[in-house]
């Protein structure tokens, strides 16, 4: 069974930045049709941040994060980065790496529904 194991959240001040981490074990990112980052705060849906087409590096990007965060992935390490910056209150919640390793592609990146893969989160805090 394929495993995310995200790292790199915390609590920082308003303005600054955060690079979360998630590595995969068992399965291959190369070989998944999407990789990406979703976040949940208290009260709120899930929501998708931001995701990697691996093959090829095409990205997508929730309009709240554009020109602020950057999604990224290292094949060799079998991992995926997102970086964070210009971090507002607005950003705190719990992060998840998430992977879809479906034999369909496809897949619409910021549906949830899309990944059959997920890790357990970290959580990053922003204080004003």
């Known amino acids: 069974q394929a495993r995310l194991v995200e790292a790199g959240g915390g609590s920082v001040q308003a303005g600054g930045s955060l690079r979360l981490s998630c590595v995969a074990s068992v399965y291959y990112i190369g070989n998944s049709n999407l990789l990406a980052w979703f976040r949940q705060a208290p009260g709120k849906e899930r929501e998708g941040v931001a995701a990697i087409v691996p093959r090829g590096g095409s990205t997508y990007y929730a309009d709240s994060v554009k020109g602020r965060f950057t999604i990224s992935r290292d094949n060799a390490k079998n991992t995926v980065f997102l970086q964070m910056n210009n971090l507002k209150s607005e950003d705190t919640a719990m992060y998840y790496c998430?992977?879809?390793?479906?034999?369909?592609?496809?897949?619409?990146?910021?549906?949830?529904?899309?990944?059959?893969?997920w890790g357990q989160g970290t959580q990053v805090t922003v204080s004003r």
């Open positions: 998430a992977a879809d390793w479906s034999s369909a592609e496809g897949g619409t990146w910021s549906n949830s529904k899309t990944y059959n893969y």
